[in-house]
């Protein structure tokens, strides 16, 4: 990856994370979209196309995926929706043509047994962005124009939410990958049984919200805790030795510790309406561990592919990874000083991961 490119992302991300933070200098608005679609569908998006893509610079069409993504998020801050629609749409189209001269139209990938569990979750990352963009323009109109389902947990925040799902999906392939290959069928079974336990049970689990069936809700995350524990211990038994697996494996610590908070966040629904505050507590240490714990784990991990093992203590810049998402992020969102630390700190960390100079080629070619 380019200087260039290293660069961008590295600002986008950082800013990111910065308007999660803003209530503090700016009051009366809410943030909350900046903050996701700049790191899901800005720098996340484009990173999963350019993987895909396997360029070291960013084709036109990838800068246009940028460009108009960054567009979606400021119009859907400014609650200017039909501009958001048809970048949406266009969003849609440039990440299927992606996704069809990579995998072909229809994802047989995740019906047969010759392809392996990491590509599987490379088309269904891809596949799932574009879904994601078409539902949430439909989510746009029912919502905002026309009505036709009247969920109370069907608002725009929680459709934008998911943008988040194609960048843990990717995360996921990049793990498999970097892991050794067992060819026993009982092995292939047990890595295809996780690939549809995740995919299907996430699915499944944004429905129970949306009927707020709180017990069927616990019922499918209990499942998934399960199904991402299985992955770190099949990661950690199986995963090459090399300079990224201790990145990959805080990855999938992280990932599930995100499982531990949305199972604990459902328990507090089930036993009572909870306070505001343990509400928001909750809520935001579920956010902060996905989208910058988990999630960058791999994002960082695809960005640097080509370039491992590089320069650096994995060990320190993993400690500060935990630092800035267990306790200055949270913290931050409280204490202003705090979120300019966590801002500075994030920054470094990311700076580390990006810019750290390579020492020689990867063995494992992750």
């Known amino acids: ?14 800013v990111a994370l910065s308007f999660g933070f803003m209530h503090h200098v700016v009051g009366g608005y809410d943030f909350e979209r900046l903050h996701i679609f700049l790191f899901n569908l ?3 998006g484009t990173i999963i196309l350019y993987f895909t893509m396997q360029r070291n610079e ?3 069409r990838l800068i246009l995926f940028y460009v108009l993504a960054f567009a979606f998020a400021v119009f859907a801050f400014f609650k200017l929706y039909v501009p958001c629609i048809i970048i949406a749409l266009a969003l849609c189209f440039i990440t299927e043509s992606v996704r069809i001269k990579k995998f072909g139209f229809f994802p047989w990938q995740f019906f047969t ?10 088309n269904a990352a891809l596949l799932c962005l574009s879904i994601g963009l078409l539902i949430s323009v439909l989510a746009i109109l029912n919502h905002e124009y026309y009505h036709w389902l009247d969920f109370e947990k069907l608002s725009l925040n929680t459709f934008f939410l998911g943008f988040s799902f194609p960048s843990s999906l990717i995360t996921l392939s990049v793990l498999f990958a970097a892991m050794r290959k067992y060819g026993t069928a009982r092995i292939i079974f047990f890595k295809t049984a996780l690939f549809w336990t995740i995919t299907v049970g996430v699915i499944i689990f944004f429905l129970f919200i949306l009927f707020e069936a709180v017990w069927l809700e616990l019922s499918i995350s209990l499942t ?3 199904a991402v524990s299985a992955v770190l211990l099949l990661y950690i038994k199986t995963g090459y030795m090399e300079q990224q697996k201790a990145f990959l494996t805080s990855g999938i ?3 599930v510790m995100t499982a531990v908070s949305g199972v604990f966040y459902i328990l507090i629904y089930a036993m009572g309406e909870p306070s505001e505050q343990m509400r928001q507590l909750t809520i935001l240490y579920h956010r902060t561990l996905s989208l910058y714990g988990w999630n960058i784990s791999g994002l960082a991990v695809i960005c640097r592919h080509n370039d491992f093992p590089i320069m650096l203590h994995s060990g320190k810049v993993i400690a500060l990874h935990w630092l800035i998402v267990a306790l200055l992020a949270p913290i931050g969102f409280y204490i ?3 979120a300019l630390v966590a801002v500075g700190a994030y920054a470094v960390f990311l700076y580390a991961m990006f810019f750290s100079k390579p020492t020689g080629v990867n063995p494992a070619g992750i």
């Open 42 to 44: 800005c720098s996340g």
């Open 113 to 122: 047994t010759k392809d392996s569990v990491s590509v599987k979750f490379h």
């Open 58 to 60: 960013m084709p036109k």
């Open 224 to 226: 998934l805790f399960v």
């Open 1 to 14: 990856m380019s200087v260039s490119l290293k660069m961008l992302f590295l600002v986008t991300m950082t």
């Open 253 to 255: 610590v992280f990932l």
């Open 336 to 338: 202003p000083w705090v």
